[in-house]
């Protein structure tokens, strides 16, 4: 059970990391603090999940897992922009008249990008206004709607490794230092895997270099 964030890393070496544990791999990707936590907390069992530390505790309070948290990457969150113009997100000042400008904010209320879009609207003391002005918030993934009308446009904010395979947006880059909140993504094992041996081989996998092309094309990175 992996976080949409992570991906394009996971299907990057999936074939070469069944080959490592001899076993074959099914992945479920979706939101770490939303649909993928429910199902656990549900009683879904699994052998590795690819979360947020932040959702791991909680699982771990519930005895959904095994003892150890293990680091595999950090993410930035991004902005991508959808229309036709042409905005400034480089300063403090810039971003929040390009925020208070667009049609549409988008972003997952459940998703990796969560923190950084809490405190930006918060810090430029926007929140409200986003939400007074009908602004909305996307369901987990990258948003897929209809162009923005001539001279309008939207802004997506998402994790940088979701960012940059969105089509038909721009990517304007992380969102500025003042505001970035950048997001550690962990391997856990289930409390109840059914192989521990494999499910430790598969987290070891993941923390080698096989990862380390694949996280930096996605513009992830690690300590």
Known sequence: MVTAAFMDPIEAVKAQAEKAIGRPIFVEYGSARGGLKDEILAGQDFEVAVLLPDVNAQLFQQGKLAPGEHELAKVDVAIALRGDVNVDVSTPEALKKTLLGASVVRYSPTGVALPTVTKLLNDLGIADS????????????????????????????????????????????????????????????????????????????????????????VGMYRD
């Open 130 to 217: 986003i939400k007074d002005a009908n602004k909305r918030c996307a369901p987990p993934g990258p948003p897929s709607f209809a162009p923005p009308a001539p001279g309008e446009y939207e802004i997506n904010l998402f994790p940088l490794s979701e960012v940059v395979r969105m089509k038909g947006m721009k990517n304007l880059g992380r969102v500025i230092a003042p505001f970035q909140v950048p997001e550690q993504i962990n391997a856990v094992i289930g409390a109840h895997a059914k192989d521990r041996a494999a499910a430790e081989a598969l987290v070891k996998f993941l923390q080698s270099a096989a990862l380390d092309t694949p996280i930096k094309n």
